[in-house]
């Protein structure tokens, strides 16, 4: 079993729907990440959170640390949120990160 | 600021042939990574250097792969001899604390 696991694999939506992306992991974290990775490989970094509930615009993400879960939520979802979201785990004090297989996310007009 | 750059883009060649990719991290971030990702699978650490010193290369398979950060700021990371299964996207990161800063990534195809 991985370490992080995702789901939905993929996920397709109509533009305008809200959307929900899972992440539970099996370890104990320091710090759970977000991250959005559009075809050509490169990555941004979404969110950073070890506790609670993170907003920026239309996305929320929120984390239950006792549950070991995280979901990521995309409000008003527009065809350019089309991507993969990755979520990672960082542990201890290296910082590397363990990530999921991603979500892809396709969102039609 | 330039974030973290990698080069090259994509880079197709035959097997057996060597390989090597370039990545400059953001300045003054001591934590440099390289990850490779292979299609539909999220990334793994080949390996994490803190300033010049690999800390962290288990992942990372010495017969044909093998990675410089002199100096601790830009690093290098080779392939000699390819093969076709190293044929995936190799992503370098550097960060200060636990948050990382992705390159866009180097998509190697191997025929």
């Known amino acids: 079993k991985n370490e992080v696991e995702q789901s939905p694999q993929n996920l397709t939506a109509q533009e305008g729907e809200f959307i929900t992306i899972n992440c539970s992991y099996s370890v104990g974290i320091s710090a759970l990440h977000w991250l959005q990775q559009h075809p050509g490989g490169g990555i941004v970094s979404l969110f950073m959170?070890?506790?609670g509930k993170k907003k920026h615009g239309r996305l929320i993400a929120t984390i239950n640390i006792q549950e070991k879960h995280s979901s990521l939520h995309i409000t008003a979802s527009h065809p350019r949120d089309s991507a993969v979201y990755i979520c990672?785990?960082?542990?201890?004090?290296?910082?590397?990160?363990?990530f999921g297989k991603g979500t892809l996310l396709t969102v039609n007009p | 600021e330039a974030g973290v750059v990698q080069s090259p883009r994509y880079k197709i060649i035959e097997k057996k042939q060597p390989v090597a990719f370039w990545c400059n991290p953001i300045?003054?971030?001591?934590?440099l990574y390289w990850y490779r990702q292979n299609l539909g699978q999220g990334p793994e650490l080949l390996i994490r250097?803190?300033?010049?010193?690999?800390?962290?290369d288990s992942q990372l398979p010495k017969d044909r792969f093998s990675a410089e950060r002199l100096k601790g700021v830009d690093s290098t990371l080779k392939i000699q001899p390819a093969e076709l299964g190293d044929s995936a996207v190799y992503l370098c990161?550097?960060?200060?604390?636990?948050?990382?800063?992705f390159g866009s990534g180097t998509r190697l195809t191997v025929v």
């Open positions: 990161a550097s960060s200060l604390d636990q948050h990382h800063t």
């Open positions: 300045s003054g971030h001591n934590t």
């Open positions: 250097y803190e300033n010049e010193e690999a800390v962290d």
């Open positions: 990672a785990v960082s542990r201890g004090s290296n910082y590397k990160l363990t």
């Open positions: 959170l070890s506790s």
